[in-house]
């Protein structure tokens, strides 16, 4: 079963300190490994897009990284900041149809406190 | 900022009622989705479609209904809200080469 496990489930951090996130995803074929933000009452924004043959991706403060070997995926977030507070979900794509099925995890809320 | 608009952002109503959640997207996008979202769990795929005329039935069962009449514009349709209905409606569009989602901010139903 296709699936996407993401952990810790929260998260809570002060202002300043660095956290990773994780995702698992049992998802094949694979095609890519998306993360996005999703802040309290938005929709969710996109952070990172990797590939089968990218294992580091930053964005700022936001770095992905991918290990299709073992079908693990983490976020880092450096030097964090309130403004960080959100969801982060780990999105992982298939090639299984012209559509590329999306699978959600279901998400880890971080909170930073200042 | 992505260009893609839903509205309303919050719609409180009573059972029995029909609703139209609307969503507009000014990049273009072929693809669009609706996804429904409660709280602390996966988004779940409930419509989607490749372009005008085009729309299909996602992974999650639905009593709502969708149309696509221009490429733009991806409204859902309740016919008859009930409380099981309350949830986060999220629409999204998709570009065609990088297959990047952008989201809408969202349209929260609660049904009384």
């Not at chain 1, 996005?36 to 952070?47: H, N």
């Not at chain 1, 403004?83 to 909170?111: E, H, K, P």
């Not at chain 2, 005329?53 to 221009?70: A, F, H, M, Q």
């Amino acid at each position: 079963k296709n699936q996407v496990e993401q952990s810790p489930q929260s998260l809570i951090i002060l202002e300043g300190k660095n956290c990773t996130l994780q995702c698992n995803y049992t998802v094949s074929p694979f095609s890519n490994l998306r993360w996005y933000k999703q802040d309290t009452g938005r929709g969710p924004v996109s952070l990172t897009i990797m590939t089968f043959s990218e294992n580091t991706k930053s964005n700022g403060r936001y770095t992905a990284t991918l290990d299709a070997d073992t079908k693990q995926s983490s976020l880092h977030i450096t030097a964090s900041q309130l403004s960080d507070s959100a969801s982060y979900i780990c999105v992982v794509s298939d090639r299984g149809s012209t559509l590329g099925r999306l699978y959600f995890g279901r998400g880890t809320q971080l909170t930073v406190w200042p | 900022e992505a260009d893609i608009y839903q509205t309303p952002r919050y719609l409180v109503i009573g059972t029995g009622k029909k609703i139209t959640l609307e969503c507009s997207q000014t990049m273009g996008h072929d693809k669009m989705y609706w996804y429904q979202q409660d709280p602390g769990m996966e988004l779940h795929l409930i419509h989607y479609s490749y372009g005008v005329n085009s729309t299909e039935k996602g992974d999650l069962s639905s009593e709502s209904t969708v149309s696509r009449i221009r490429t733009e514009h991806f409204p859902l349709t309740l016919e008859s809200a009930r409380p099981s209905h309350t949830s986060q409606y999220l629409c999204a569009s998709s570009e065609a080469g990088t297959g990047e989602l952008f989201f809408g901010e969202g349209s929260r139903l609660t049904v009384l």
